[in-house]
């Protein structure tokens, strides 16, 4: 069935692209594509630079979405993320810039008050035609927080209309299971006061596969298979009042709420053989059913004050995040068919945070004169308790396992920018100050940490502007990345009885210093990123020779040296044809100490996109997306190339009030990631990450009302991301 279906969406687009050259011959008579015949030759194309729809802004990407050819076919925000220069999208729906950056998400210029299974289900309930524009910062100065490494501003389209507006948008994803995404937009403008409502339900079955093969230090072969399905619930409510007190005083409030519940089975197997693979010596089944919700609640209060050239802001931010979770994990001999080992778990973890953020500007001529401060403060606390089944067939308290650990954060900051202009030359300086003060408390192994440092973080960036047509940018900066709260916990997560990772409570915040030029000649951009990471936080494998146990532990590396190369040009063939190709190049040198040994070496890989957009008469677009990504890795694994294909057909009715699309993504069921360990003297194995990513898709969304659309802004902090 999904063989015919992927068929006939290829069928489908071949059958739009005939239809397009009999309507190209009639009604584009100012086609760029000369012909003798009634047909088209695309060998005889002459390609012309497409309308201009990008622009540097300090040396940042800015994307027009609203009216962009390249996203009508895309049904909500996260695919156009996709189709955007810079930007990927995983299997996961994780977001990353340059290279593999995880990026603040802004709306207006604020971060948004989201965990990452909320926000992805945000940006999927954001339809295209109320975006303005996206800007990819992947060198933010001194004024943003330091853990932004990266940032990601959508710019909405303000409403200036009285009245209400909502919309409704749902998408339908079809494999072997289904999953759906429902949400629902209401706004209402008055003269003083705009109201908003956000509510959304997702839900469905999502799958997951993971294959290794280990060669084991006994000269056996073990392969080792899991799979997983996740049945989720997701319910969202977002509620806000905007105060426009005056024409100087503006006051917003937003409340808002997030719960989950999920059921997850996962089953895998442990089959050893002798080096022959003719001799069976171990064959192991394991069971891992769980129970998991999430509760969160937040509160966001802003007040701004503008008058004249000076500007003054507060921000204020509550979060509370309550996970509970309850797995079994039982191991059987598959051909006895009896229990060889069986532990309960009970997690409960719940995390607290407050910030409160104040902002002003003065211009003094033409120079712009900005400072703020910073407060913030983070909780956590984690309880996991073990019970392992014992020789009675009782659960009985496993203290080795169980786990009590609490943590708090306490960040000062403040930042000093100057930003002036110069007829063609812009000059943006800043610097920051970041006092960073934490304990973490592992009550079960009577274990304390305890750290308090001050960072100074400068940043520089000089813009220039030859002509309308070219500008370029350089920028620096220096950023500081700390470790999210999991990461600290010394305590296991085990992903299979045999396979698990620990935290490290002693694990160091790391630091980046990079220089980014920016060149940009009508719609074609090049940027180039050159810097330094030291005290990487990484991963690594440590394997048991005698249990076969495969544990991550975490580390920090001395440095890493990184360089990226990224170009983006669109191309207009015809009316009807656009092309956008991308191209991104890069460079790794991390140097890694390994079991008593160093172990560093020169990476390089690059990605290409290409994404073809054909519009046809009557108002049908076809999207065709092409992604390919080289060899890459790191010291210690291979990770091996994969491409994925998409194809998607959109139609507007109702003059433009309906939206629909059909497509399907990962075409080819391509983009499971595949890894090998270099080092075969120390340990060889093998393996395979799969999602079930290769879906057909139904999108609608509906627009209705009496005014223009506006979606509230949010706000999210650094801390409330570490959260996750």
């Known amino acids: 069935m999904i063989i015919k279906l992927?068929?006939?969406?290829?069928?489908?687009?071949?059958?739009f692209l005939g239809k397009a050259q009999e309507v190209s011959g009639e009604k584009v008579s100012d086609s760029v594509v000369q012909s003798k015949s009634s047909t088209t030759d695309i060998s005889e194309v002459i390609i012309r630079s497409a309308p201009r729809k990008v622009k540097l802004n300090e040396g940042n990407l800015v994307m027009a979405v609203s009216g962009n050819k390249d996203f009508k076919t895309s049904a909500n925000l996260l695919d156009v993320l996709r189709k955007t220069p810079g930007v990927t999208i995983d299997q996961e729906g994780g977001i990353f810039i340059g290279g593999r950056i995880t990026p603040a998400i802004f709306i207006d210029g604020k971060a948004v008050v989201m965990s990452s299974q909320e926000l992805q289900a945000y940006l999927s309930s954001l339809s295209p035609e109320i975006v303005e524009s996206i800007e990819v910062n992947t060198n933010p100065s001194s004024k943003y927080?330091?853990?932004?490494?990266?940032?990601?501003?959508?710019?909405?389209?303000?409403?200036?209309?009285?009245?209400?507006?909502?919309?409704y948008s749902g998408n339908i994803y079809v494999n072997k299971f289904n999953y759906r995404e429902n949400a629902l937009n209401l706004s209402y403008n008055t003269n003083k006061v705009t109201y908003n409502l956000q509510a959304g339900y997702n839900g469905g079955i999502s799958t997951y596969r993971y294959n290794a093969l280990q060669k084991l230090a006994s000269t056996d072969i073990m392969r080792t298979k899991a799979y997983q399905k996740d049945d989720a619930n997701v319910?969202?409510?977002?509620?806000?009042?905007?105060?426009?007190?005056?024409?100087?005083?503006?006051?917003?409030?937003?409340?808002?709420?997030?719960?989950r519940e999920n059921m997850r089975s996962r089953d895998g197997s442990l089959f050893t053989t002798d080096k022959t693979e003719t001799q069976t010596v171990l064959n192991t089944q394991s069971e891992n059913p769980s129970s998991y919700s999430q509760d969160n609640f937040g509160i966001t209060t802003d007040y701004s004050y503008h008058n004249k050239d000076f500007k003054l802001s507060f921000l204020g931010?509550?979060?509370?995040?309550?996970?509970?979770?309850?797995?079994?994990?039982?191991?059987?001999?598959?051909?006895?068919?009896?229990?060889?080992?069986?532990?309960?778990?009970?997690?409960?973890?719940?995390?607290?945070i407050y910030t409160a953020q104040v902002d002003a500007s003065q211009k003094i001529g033409n120079a712009d004169i900005e400072a703020g401060a910073k407060y913030s403060f983070s909780d956590t606390h984690n309880n996991i308790r073990y019970d392992t089944l014992s020789v009675g067939n009782k659960f009985v308290f496993d203290p080795s396992r169980s786990n009590v650990f609490s943590y708090q954060e306490k960040i000062w900051a403040g930042y000093l920018?100057?930003?002036?202009?110069?007829d063609k030359l812009q000059i943006n300086a800043g610097l920051r100050f970041e006092n960073t003060s934490s304990i973490s408390d592992a009550v079960t192994i009577d274990s304390t940490v305890a750290r308090?440092?001050?960072?100074?973080?400068?940043?520089?960036?000089?813009?220039?502007?030859?002509?309308?047509?070219?500008?370029?940018?350089?920028?620096?900066?220096?950023?500081?990345?700390?470790?999210?709260?999991?990461?600290?916990?010394?305590f296991r997560f085990y992903f299979s009885?045999?396979?698990?990772?620990?935290?490290?409570?002693?694990?160091?915040?790391?630091?980046?210093?990079?220089?980014?030029?920016?060149?940009?000649?009508?719609?074609?951009?090049?940027?180039?990123?050159?810097?330094?990471?030291?005290?990487?936080?990484?991963?690594?494998?440590?394997?048991?020779?005698?249990?076969?146990?495969?544990?991550?532990?975490?580390?920090?590396?001395?440095?890493?040296?990184f360089a990226i190369l990224e170009t983006s040009l669109p191309i207009k063939i015809t009316n009807w044809w656009n092309i956008t190709a991308q191209l991104s190049g890069y460079y790794n040198y991390e140097f890694r100490p390994y079991l008593d040994e160093v172990?560093?070496?020169n990476i390089y890989n690059y990605e290409v996109r290409v994404n073809q957009v054909f519009s046809f008469s009557k108002g049908y677009t076809v999207n065709l997306f092409f992604n390919y990504e080289s060899k890459t890795g790191n010291s210690l694994y291979i990770i091996k190339p994969r491409y994925n294909v998409d194809v998607s057909v959109q139609k507007s009715w109702f003059d433009n009030k309906l939206n629909t699309k059909i497509g399907y993504t990962n075409l080819f069921d391509s983009y499971d990631q595949r890894l090998e360990f270099r080092h075969k003297q120390i340990m060889d194995n093998r393996f395979t990450h799969w999602w079930d990513s290769s879906r057909l898709f139904v999108s609608l969304s509906y627009n209705f009302g009496t005014s223009k659309y506006q979606v509230k802004e949010i706000q999210k902090t650094e801390e409330e991301n570490r959260a996750r």
């Open 317 to 352: 931010n509550y979060l509370s995040v309550q996970n509970k979770q309850k797995d079994d994990f039982i191991n059987r001999n598959q051909s006895l068919a009896a229990v060889l080992s069986y532990w309960k778990s009970d997690l409960f973890n719940k995390i607290t």
């Open 6 to 15: 992927r068929l006939f969406l290829l069928l489908l687009l071949f059958g």
């Open 145 to 167: 927080d330091a853990e932004f490494k990266g940032i990601i501003d959508i710019r909405l389209k303000k409403n200036t209309s009285l009245g209400w507006k909502g919309s």
């Open 497 to 561: 009885p045999l396979n698990y990772w620990i935290g490290n409570p002693y694990l160091q915040p790391s630091f980046t210093s990079q220089i980014k030029a920016s060149f940009r000649y009508k719609n074609w951009i090049t940027n180039f990123t050159v810097g330094k990471e030291k005290d990487v936080m990484t991963r690594y494998p440590l394997y048991n020779p005698e249990t076969n146990v495969l544990e991550y532990l975490g580390t920090n590396l001395p440095y890493r040296n």
């Open 599 to 601: 172990f560093a070496l």
């Open 452 to 490: 308090n440092y001050l960072k100074w973080l400068p940043s520089l960036s000089v813009s220039y502007t030859f002509n309308p047509s070219s500008e370029l940018s350089v920028s620096y900066s220096k950023r500081i990345t700390r470790p999210v709260f999991s990461q600290l916990n010394p």
């Open 235 to 259: 319910y969202a409510i977002l509620a806000g009042a905007d105060f426009r007190l005056n024409d100087k005083n503006r006051l917003g409030v937003n409340l808002r709420g997030n719960f």
């Open 417 to 422: 920018a100057y930003r002036q202009k110069f």
